[in-house]
């Protein structure tokens, strides 16, 4: 399932119980260096630049992060952890994975979370409003 099939109400419970997991996710510099883009460097065939990148930060990432993955792909899947962990297997988990680096929906709010970036607080804007 990705995040963009999600509807209804649900899309708020699932984006509360994945904000934790991706905010520890994006805090990491070296796990999170997967989800980043990155300009093709010159020479360099696009499948060569993808797997240096994931040799790289999937280790990290598989490794740093089991709790966190498995708790994004869970809300999404609409299970708990230890259930979605109990039916976990290699096809599962490519599956699931694959899904999910290919929505938009979850690139749009993990990059977001990544870059740190707002646009600031509601309270400043009012503020310069009324001055």
Known sequence: ??????????TL??????????ANIA????????FKREKLPEGMTAKKFL????????????KGHKEDIISILA???????DEYAGALNLVK???????LLTDEAFGALFISAQS???????????????E
């Open 51 to 62: 797997l240096q990148r994931a040799r790289k930060s999937a280790p990290a990432l598989l």
């Open 93 to 99: 988990l490519i599956k699931d994975t694959v899904d």
């Open 13 to 22: 419970e699932v984006i509360a119980d994945i904000i934790d997991p991706i």
């Open 1 to 10: 399932m990705r995040l963009s099939d999600i509807k209804g109400e649900r």
């Open 116 to 130: 740190g970036t707002s646009s600031g607080s509601a309270l400043e804007n009012t503020e310069a409003r009324s």
């Open 75 to 81: 809300a999404i899947e609409g299970t708990t952890p």
């Open 27 to 34: 805090e990491d510099e070296e796990a999170s260096a997967l």
